[in-house]
């Protein structure tokens, strides 16, 4: 029989639920040596904070995060928080001995993140950062074929994220949904947000970033705050593009906005190599676009793989339903509470872990460097 561990969630919204859903239903398909119990919620309203817990299953609530932390019987904590209260809640778990499971991205800045990195590392409790598209089966598989040499060496790296919720100027800035257009609480806008995604899905697949050159834009400049009910200037990024150099030589293009009507999330990446390339949509997760040049003349083109099948070939599935039928973006994070309850088990690292995020904190931070100065920027 699996043992039981015990979590503790901070926060309760939209990445809130999808991560209590992961650790519902992980133990339903997935063979594992521990089970993850909702042990305690916990967020300063206290009102809201019981209706999550009942509605979700949660044992217990908190409306004091210190106090949670106090508690023998939570094992790992979630802090599923604004950016600017990461660090010193991940600091604390650290200190408290709690494994960590952070949202993305890891920090405010890069001197946020080596601070939390030091913390989990002098107390070695495990720790992963919420980059959840790594774990979708078509992306995963896509590593697999650039890691096995399919495409050869790599030219090309492009990838976006469009939205376009922001666009009205009479949507507010902060507060408790709202928060991420509040740069105090998030610490930018698109670059934390959406291309963080793009860049630590990059990184995994194509190595490291040397440097980069961005410009970013601010299409509306005042908003009225949540909180206060006045005007103020606003501080985050609505819209950012960036070209880099890849470590291994490639060239990278991204572009991230919350002004693309029309678009409500897509996330699409495309690699270029000397023998193949990868194309990939969040519109359609679960397809694998692939060109491969050694395939005869007549024959060929681009192909759609569909990545549903058993026996071990597609990453993930053989824990689901029969071959050909899909799975959801809701399942790349049950994927990964799976994998870091196997690490947890075998005592071994997951990625992303804080010391992985904090290397897509160090290119988000060169990013708005790069657009302030208008010059390229090193990301080391």
């Known amino acids: 029989m699996a043992k039981p561990l015990n979590i503790g969630m901070i926060g309760y919204g939209f990445m809130g639920r999808a991560h209590t859903n992961a650790y519902k239903r992980v133990s339903d398909f997935f063979s594992l040596e521990y089970r993850p119990v909702l ?17 979700w299953g949660y044992e217990s609530v908190e409306t004091d995060w210190r106090k949670l932390l106090e508690r023998s019987d939570i094992d790992a904590v979630d802090i599923c928080v604004p950016n600017n209260l990461h660090k010193e809640m991940a600091i604390a778990a650290a200190e408290a001995g709690k494994m960590i499971l952070c949202e993305k991205p890891l920090a405010m800045n890069v001197a946020e993140g080596e601070e939390m990195c030091a913390a989990v590392e002098k107390a070695g409790v495990p720790n992963i950062v919420w980059y959840n598209y790594r774990r979708v089966p078509a992306v995963t598989l896509a590593k697999r074929l650039i890691d096995e040499g399919k495409l050869g060496r790599i030219f090309h790296y492009r990838a976006n994220f469009l939205q376009d919720w922001t666009i009205s100027a009479d949507v507010p800035q902060g507060g408790a949904a709202l928060w991420r257009l509040d740069v105090d609480a998030a610490g930018s806008g698109v ?5 963080a995604h793009c860049i630590d899905t990059a990184i995994w697949l194509n190595g490291g970033i040397q440097d980069v050159n961005a410009m ?3 299409f509306v400049k005042e908003r009225v705050h949540a909180l206060t009910g006045k005007v103020q200037k606003v501080g985050i990024d609505d819209a950012c593009a960036f070209l880099c150099h890849f470590q291994n030589g490639s060239l990278g293009l ?3 906005t919350r002004y693309a009507r029309g678009h409500k999330a897509l996330y699409t990446l495309e690699i270029n190599g000397e023998n193949a390339s990868i194309a990939w949509d969040l519109h359609d997760l679960h397809r694998l676009s692939y060109f491969d040049h050694s395939d005869e003349g007549r024959l060929r083109g681009w192909r759609s793989i569909h990545v549903t099948d058993h ?10 339903w029969v071959p050909g039928l899909q799975i959801g973006y809701e399942h790349s994070f049950v994927h990964q509470v799976a994998d870091f309850l196997e690490g947890v088990a075998k005592g071994t690292p997951v990625g992303p872990t804080f010391r992985d ?6 290119v988000c931070d060169a990013v708005l460097q790069s657009a302030h100065s208008r010059q390229w920027v090193d990301v080391n």
């Open 191 to 195: 670059t934390g947000d959406l291309l």
């Open 39 to 55: 042990k305690a919620a916990c967020a300063r309203d206290k009102e809201k904070v019981t209706a999550f817990a009942e509605n």
């Open 357 to 362: 995020a904090l290397e897509t904190q160090k």
């Open 254 to 256: 991204f572009e991230s």
């Open 216 to 218: 970013t834009e601010t």
């Open 311 to 320: 026996g071990g070939d597609h990453p993930y599935m053989d824990k689901w």
